[in-house]
């Protein structure tokens, strides 16, 4: 009898919805696509996304730019990071991450993480002592939120300036607070695979008038920064106006339009998440070898996707795993293949910053495997999902090498 098999895609996200549909073609109707292209009394498209995310988020400022990764290395750069910088960040990210640190000319000091795939907060404290770094890029990856609450603690002991990495947390709470307000400035992607979808794009917020003057004219706002009504007042921008470069990386009103009406579903959008994620990861955890990472009352989380440790299992018999789970239509991916494939959130493949010693993340990831929920998927998806790993598991060795 043949066993189950999955044949739908881990990459097919949902259609723009039809306001948003409605709202794109009046922008391209109108011609006026880019931002700052406005008839008298009009607000721009980013302009108003600027407006509402800020609200949505709670946070007092929000600019809307190109790409998650562009508001990560603008938010370094507005807040004083340059050559010469050291910028700590976990070592389990993506590579927009250290990009952006290796984009402003700064070093990156790469931290451990724990079996729950969080910075470790001890090796945090040790490497800000030892590095003299002043900022803490953290980057909340797959969606796992550390003990916010003693990292901020750290980062004000040891002077360090915070900015999140918010790419798998839009929507995500530690302790009823959205991730991103917990440091200076969060920053958020808009690309297809996360949590809103413009095809590309970026938000970053931050309650920092100062701040925000600085990365509103990096971003490339040609002195037209009053039309930044999620913005700063003018004073903000009087010393610095013309002492900060323009880095031409706005977004443009049609992403916008396609943006914002996606706001408003974000809250529901959470819970179908968590509701897939959590029906996968009961069934997962349920096998005896497969160890999910804890998730702290605290957390809040957003189930994009889930990750899973299978602790021991050999590179051989890993790969053997994704192979058997892929041949029936489940396609995971697994941190521990020597080439990245499609991704690169290993540091090994970070090539142009100084190679780092990290053998306890390293351990980690060779036992992690990780799989995108798209809202395409239904709960029966989900059971079918957990049918073929289950199965596969059955017919792989999870063990060591001899
Ligand atoms: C996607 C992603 C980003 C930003 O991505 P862009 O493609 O630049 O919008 C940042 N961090 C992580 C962890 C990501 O997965």
Request: with cysteine; aromatic share 6%.
């Amino acid at each position: 009898m043949p066993g189950p098999r999955f044949t739908s895609s881990f990459t097919q996200q949902e259609p723009i919805s039809e306001d948003g549909v409605a709202a794109a073609l009046a922008v391209m109707r109108s011609g006026r696509l880019h931002r700052y292209n406005t008839v008298p009394g009009e607000m721009a498209e980013a302009a108003a996304l600027e407006r509402d995310y800020a609200e949505w988020q709670g946070a007092r400022y929000c600019l809307a730019v190109a790409s998650g990764g562009q508001a990560m290395q603008i938010a370094l750069r507005a807040s004083g990071v340059g050559p010469g910088s050291v910028v700590l960040s976990n070592a389990f990210t993506l590579a927009p991450v250290p990009g952006a640190i290796a984009g402003v000319g700064a070093r990156a000091a790469l931290v451990e993480i724990t079996p729950d795939l969080v910075i470790d907060l001890d090796d945090l404290q040790d490497k800000a002592q030892a590095c003299g770094a002043t900022h803490l890029l953290l980057s909340h990856m797959r969606g796992h939120l550390c003990d916010m609450d003693r990292l901020m603690e750290i980062a004000a002991a040891r002077n360090l300036t915070v900015i999140e990495d918010c790419a798998h947390t839009m929507g995500a709470t530690w302790s009823g607070r959205r991730s991103g307000n917990f440091g200076l400035a969060g920053c958020f992607s808009t690309q297809t695979y996360k949590h809103m979808n413009a095809g590309e794009g970026g938000l970053l917020t931050s309650n920092d008038a100062d701040f925000m003057a600085r990365a509103t004219i990096l971003s490339g706002s040609y002195m037209l920064h009053d039309r930044h009504g999620a913005g700063p007042g003018p004073d903000a921008y009087a010393a610095v106006r013309l002492e900060t470069p323009n880095l031409s990386a706005r977004m443009d009103n049609l992403r916008a339009a396609l943006l914002r009406p996606q706001i408003a579903r974000l809250d529901g959008n959470v819970r179908r998440w968590n509701r897939l994620h959590d029906h996968l990861a009961a069934r997962l955890a349920a096998h005896p070898a497969i160890r999910l990472p804890r998730r702290p009352s605290q957390e809040g989380y957003v189930g994009s996707s889930i990750q899973f440790l299978i602790p021991g299992i050999s590179d051989r018999n890993a790969a053997g795993f994704v192979s058997r789970a892929a041949a029936d239509g489940v396609e995971l991916k697994w941190f521990g293949a020597p080439e990245p494939a499609g991704f690169t959130s290993t540091h090994h493949s970070w090539r142009y910053m100084p190679a780092q010693a990290l053998p306890r993340t390293d351990a980690l990831l060779a036992v992690l495997f990780d799989m995108r929920l798209p809202l395409t998927f239904d709960i029966d998806d989900c059971e079918v999902i957990a049918e073929v790993l289950l199965a596969a598991a059955d017919r792989s060795d999870l063990a060591g090498a001899a």
